[in-house]
């Protein structure tokens, strides 16, 4: 066990919906990231937060939009959901915010868009 | 932005025997080089981690090489066990202000016993 969770585990949803995906890092860790996991594009970073700011952007899209709240747990919104969007999203925690801080992972969430 | 290439995509071995993993990246500035393993349902763990100003670094069972010139970096893991079946994904620091990697597509180890 990681120590970060993300809820829900498993989310089915259709086309044109919107959805919000929770990560909560470990105790501690100020930085949360974002990964997008799908089985013809690879690992994919999207974004990251550290103490509530955003840090790094990669590969995200326009869709998608990202925070982190005070407590410092992060949410991941979707909107406008499309069929390639059906993916596993992992959230990762660290502890600083340079990248050669251990990223922790938690056990992702299954997204299927129908 | 930093391209990673990953191969092989599928390497199967017997147990006890060497297993290496190699990558190739794009941006010469690059200089933090992480390894993942990811088991069935769960999300990547590091593993080992090797940065610019070596050349090899060992842990155990498992050992990363980087070649600046060439830009190849690998992963050897030695007298591999059934434990050892995972994904393993390489990564490379992009060199740019952001703090961010990106992945190699991935390989999918299977240690037969």
């Known amino acids: 066990d990681s120590g970060v969770t993300q809820t829900p585990k498993h989310l089915i949803t259709a086309t044109g919906q919107r959805v919000t995906l929770r990560c909560s890092p470990r105790s501690g860790d100020l930085s949360v990231y974002w990964y997008q996991q799908s089985l013809d594009q690879g690992l994919q970073f999207l974004i990251q937060y550290y103490n509530g700011e955003e840090r790094a952007k990669g590969n995200i899209l326009e869709r998608f939009s990202a925070q982190q709240f005070p407590d410092l747990h992060s949410e991941l919104n979707l909107s406008s959901l499309e069929l390639g969007d059906s993916a596993l999203y992992f959230c990762a925690s660290s502890v600083g915010n340079e990248v050669h801080n251990e990223q922790f992972f938690g056990p992702g969430t299954r997204l299927t868009v129908l | 932005g930093e391209n990673v290439e990953q191969h092989p995509s599928t390497l199967s071995v017997q147990e006890g025997d060497s297993a290496v993993i190699k990558c190739t990246y794009s941006?010469?500035?690059?200089?933090?080089f992480p390894w993942y393993k990811q088991e069935l349902g769960k999300g990547p763990q590091l593993i080992i981690d090797?940065?610019?100003?070596?050349g090899e670094k060992k842990d155990q069972r498992i050992a990363v090489t980087l070649n600046k010139t060439a830009k190849h970096f690998s992963l050897h893991i030695t007298e591999t066990q059934p434990e050892d079946s995972a994904v393993y994904f390489c990564a490379a620091k992009d060199s740019g202000g952001y703090q961010k990697v990106t992945f190699g597509i991935g390989t999918k180890l299977q240690v037969i016993p």
């Open positions: 941006d010469s500035a690059s200089n933090y």
């Open positions: 090797i940065r610019s100003n070596v």
